[in-house]
Structures are given as structure tokens and as C-alpha cells.
């Protein structure tokens, strides 16, 4: 089960060059050098900064929506969550990233084989936290 860690952002960000071309993923291309603006990656990230955190993943049940061993989440309470989206959500007083659904029954779902969905029942007890919207995750 993918748990995460709730992150408080610290510190101010910075403006970042941003490449005004397109960097081709496929055949090489022609690169050309210059700089057209500037990008904070809370501008791109975050729509609603007050109700906005951070969240690290810990673990591999979301790996089929491409959510990775300590990538972070970025996690917007403001947004009602709908079938589909992925979600924090603390189910039994623990922390947990799923997808929500909500056809065919109540259930958190895993994006990863290897783990069953968890129905919600009566005996569970599930908030949830936000929908995530963003994730950031380092390379290196």
C-alpha cells in the first residue's frame, strides 16, 4: 500500500528560465538557445495555495499511474474528488494515495496488480484529504 508523508512547503520560490521551444521526445531536433520567460514551479503546480500541501509517497501500489516510491504529491483540499481521481485519503486514522471509485461500490483502488482494491463499508472510516493534482519527482 503507497502511504505518504505530509510535507509543509517552506522557503520562497524561485523564478526559473523557462526554454521557449519544444524539446522533442522522439527524434532529435533542432535546439534553439534562447530564454523567453521565467516559470515558478508553484505557478505551475499550485491553483489554490491555501489550501494546497505537499505529500512523499512511500511505496509501489500507484505505480501504474505513474506515482513512484518517494515522488512528491502535490494535493489540493479544495477540489471535491469525483470517480477516478486520485486521492489522499486517511482511511483508518493511516495516510493512503488511490484512486477514488465510485461505481460498482465505494473503493480505493491501487494501480498496481499486486494489490486488491480496499471497498469502503461501514466499518471503514475514510476522509479524504484532497485530490492530487501535480506531482514533482527528482531524476537523480
Do not use: C
Not at 491553483?47 to 504529491?73: R, Y
Not at 482511511?91 to 499486486?114: C, H, I, M, W, Y
Amino acid at each position: 500500500m503507497s502511504k505518504v508523508s505530509i510535507l509543509k512547503p517552506s522557503g520562497q520560490y524561485s523564478d526559473i528560465p523557462l526554454y521557449s521551444g519544444k524539446i522533442s521526445a522522439g527524434f532529435p531536433g533542432v535546439v534553439d538557445e534562447h530564454m523567453e520567460d521565467t516559470l515558478s514551479l508553484d505557478q505551475l503546480l499550485i491553483q489554490n495555495p491555501a489550501t494546497t500541501f505537499f505529500a512523499k509517497v512511500e511505496g509501489d501500489s500507484m505505480i501504474g499511474a505513474g506515482i513512484f516510491q518517494n515522488d512528491i504529491l502535490v494535493v489540493d483540499r479544495s477540489l471535491t474528488a469525483k470517480d477516478k481521481d486520485v486521492v489522499v485519503a486517511m482511511l483508518d486514522n493511516e495516510f493512503t494515495v488511490k484512486r477514488l471509485r465510485t461505481s460498482g461500490g465505494l473503493r480505493l483502488q491501487a494501480e498496481n496488480p499486486a494489490y486488491k482494491d480496499i471497498p469502503i463499508t461501514g466499518e471503514s472510516e475514510l476522509v479524504i484529504w484532497g485530490v492530487v493534482t501535480g506531482l514533482a519527482r527528482s531524476l537523480r
